[in-house]
Each structure stands twice: as structure tokens, then as C-alpha cells.
């Protein structure tokens, strides 16, 4: 077996994925901010149009009825709103400040500077930094490509090298040790970044996130020294190569192999995404008839 192993995580991919982290949990919190100012504007609405219908001492079963569903919309929105300031909540921590450089991560001062130059992030009236336009389309296409690794990427995570097959999510025990991680050579074989796919794969995880004080360890740069570290444990094409009593096989030879082999069964779990995503939107257009479909499996 091949000792080959990837070079170093290079200080300029450090900054480029300190920056995207950043910008991650700031647009999570950007977003809810408006998901919550879109609803209070509901809730404000909806109790206009309450007290508009409840006028007058008589009103007819139509009105009525129109009164208690506006009750139960109204409800309905009171209740979203206080799970998006629920939600809120949890990422008010992520915000950065314009006092930065005076707490624990002050170490993080140079991705910040960095999100500026590139036009990121701007300074607000609140003294906390808030992505931009541009911001707002970095991070957009750091959700493109999110959900390309997921697309291309997710079915080589488990592989089971002496059967031949892939582990089936939602029946399958990952746990178990027959599972080979083959994700970073596939993303070599490619000729894909794999110290990227790695990144995508944590960042869709939110494995970076379960530290409570990841931005810390952001700032002191072990975050990222711990993804490069996890990425070069990973096997390499020239490591699959084996040989057996009929000849020698090729690392080239197998994850070409693997690459076809899923390729085919991430291409039919597209499928029948689709095609649930499809049913239930049907369903809900039309709550009361019941759906019939049937599915075949070739």
C-alpha cells in the first residue's frame, strides 16, 4: 500500500474557510432577523384584520367563521415568532463586534479585516458587522456548493470495499467498521480540492459548530488545523491498490470503479427525492383526496 499523503492545508485555504465560517453563522442570523421581522409584520396584520372583523354586536355563521380562522392564523404567527427569537437567541452569539479586538477572539481580527477587502461585511448603526450584497451572494454560492457535495460527494462517505456496495442511510448501520470513508479520494481522483470537500462536509454537519467556543478555536487556528488533520488520516487513490490471484489492480482501477457504482445510486437517490418532494407537494394542494402512487424499483 502507497505511503502517499496530501500536502499541508495551505494558509490561504485557512483564510478562505476562516472567512466562509464567519460569514455561515452571520447570515444564520441575518436570516432569522428577517424571518422575525417578516412575521411581526403578520402578527401586526393579523390582528388589525381581527379587530376589523370582531366590529358590531351580530354577526353572521360566515363572519364567524372568518373570525376564529383569523384567530387561528393569528395564533399560528404568534407562535412562529417565538421560536425564530428562540432561535434567535442561539445565534446572537455567533454576531461579531466592533469591540472584537478586546475579547477571547481577537485572533479572528484578520478574517474580519479579510471579509472587508473582499467587500463581505460593513459595519452597522448597532456596531456589529452585517453582510453585504456581496455577502449575501458569497454566501449563496457557498449554499450552491453545499449542495453539489451533497448531490455528488455524501454516497462515498460509506463504502464497503470488500462487497462492493454503499450503505443505504436510512437501513444501514454507519457505524459498523466494514464502512470505508472514500469521499477525499474520489475528490482526488477528480482532481478536486479534497481539503474543500472536507469543508463542505462539516460545514453541511455543523460539525465545526458543536464546540460552543469554536470561534475561539477559529481564532487560534486550531479549528482548521484539526480539519486538515482529519483530511490527511483519509485513504488516497494510490492506496486502494491491491493485489490478488488474478493480478494486480489499481487504486485508479478501483475508485473508477466506485466513482461509476455511485454515480448510478446518487443519481436514483435524486430521483426519489424528487419524487417525494413532488408527492408531498401534491398532497398538500389537495389535503382531503388520498394519493396513489406506486414506485418501481429496477
Keep these: ?86 432561535e434567535i437567541k442561539e445565534q446572537e452569539t455567533h454576531r461579531l463586534h466592533i469591540s472584537l479586538s478586546e475579547q477571547s477572539e481577537s485572533g479572528l481580527e484578520p478574517l474580519v479585516q479579510q471579509m472587508e477587502q473582499r467587500g463581505w461585511l460593513e459595519m452597522g448603526d448597532d456596531n456589529y458587522y452585517h453582510p453585504t450584497d456581496k455577502g449575501s451572494q458569497a454566501y449563496d454560492h457557498l449554499l450552491d456548493q453545499q449542495q453539489s457535495y451533497i448531490a455528488h460527494f455524501d454516497v462515498y462517505a460509506f463504502v464497503d470495499l470488500e462487497e462492493g456496495v454503499f450503505a443505504d442511510p436510512d437501513t444501514d448501520l454507519l457505524e459498523d467498521q466494514r464502512w470505508t470513508d472514500l469521499r477525499v479520494a474520489v475528490a482526488e481522483h477528480k482532481g478536486i480540492d479534497p481539503y474543500r470537500v472536507v469543508f463542505l462536509s462539516m460545514l453541511s454537519s455543523e460539525a465545526f459548530f458543536e464546540n460552543p467556543d469554536w470561534k475561539f478555536d477559529l481564532s487560534v487556528g486550531t479549528l482548521l488545523d484539526e480539519m486538515g488533520e482529519l483530511t490527511q488520516q483519509q485513504l488516497l487513490v494510490d492506496q486502494l491498490g491491491y493485489e490478488d490471484e488474478e493480478g494486480e489492480v489499481s487504486g485508479a482501477e478501483v475508485i473508477q470503479d466506485v466513482i461509476e457504482q455511485g454515480s448510478e ?22 389535503p382531503d383526496e388520498q394519493i396513489i402512487t406506486t414506485t418501481y424499483y429496477w
Excluded at 35 to 55: C, I, P
Excluded at 265 to 272: D, G
Excluded at 273 to 286: D, H, K, L, S
Design 1 to 86: 500500500m502507497s505511503e502517499q499523503t496530501l500536502a499541508p492545508l495551505s494558509e490561504e485555504l485557512k483564510q478562505e474557510f476562516g472567512c466562509l465560517l464567519l460569514l455561515d453563522r452571520m447570515m444564520q442570523y441575518e436570516s432569522l432577523a428577517r424571518e422575525l421581522e417578516s412575521l411581526q409584520t403578520t402578527v401586526t396584520d393579523l390582528e388589525a384584520e381581527l379587530k376589523q372583523r370582531k366590529k358590531g354586536f351580530f354577526h353572521s355563521d360566515e363572519e364567524d367563521m372568518a373570525i376564529e380562522e383569523t384567530k387561528a392564523d393569528l395564533n399560528e404567527a404568534r407562535q412562529a415568532v417565538q421560536q425564530v427569537e428562540s
Design 265 to 286: 445510486i446518487a443519481q436514483e437517490r435524486i430521483r426519489r427525492q424528487e419524487q417525494e418532494a413532488r408527492e408531498r407537494e401534491i398532497a398538500f394542494q389537495t
